[in-house]
């Protein structure tokens, strides 16, 4: 049984930090291109980060500079560093491991950045 296990959401002031890990199980995550999305309330969901097999990394533009995203295959977790956080960043995020054949999805963790 797959489980992606979002985890680090939380009310955070504007211009403040949070890092958010994902922790996966019943997957050979070495494999996976791993990925952060988000949803912000009555907006649809949209892409904010991915990190390959190899390491290499993708951001959205609205993110670069800010965000940071990171895999410890180790540990099957990948990490989203988010500095310099805005209010139009909340949103509920979610990780996504993908693979031809395969798409997974975890349930979000809330991130509210509100003062």
């Known amino acids: 049984q797959v489980q992606l296990v979002e985890s680090g959401g939380g009310l955070v002031q504007p211009g403040g930090s949070l890092r958010l890990s994902c922790a996966a199980s019943g997957i050979i995550f070495s494999i996976y291109e791993m990925g952060w999305y988000r949803q912000a309330p009555g907006k649809q969901r949209e892409y904010v980060a991915g990190?390959?097999?190899?390491?290499?990394?993708n951001y959205v533009d609205s993110v670069k500079g800010r965000f940071t995203i990171s895999r410890d295959n180790t540990k099957n977790t990948v990490f989203l560093e988010m500095n310099s956080l805005k209010p139009e960043g909340t949103a509920v995020y979610y990780c996504?491991?993908?693979?031809?054949?395969?798409?997974?999805w975890g349930k979000g963790t809330l991130v509210t950045v509100s003062s």
């Open positions: 996504n491991a993908k693979k031809y054949g395969a798409d997974y």
């Open positions: 990190i390959g097999k190899g390491g290499s990394t």
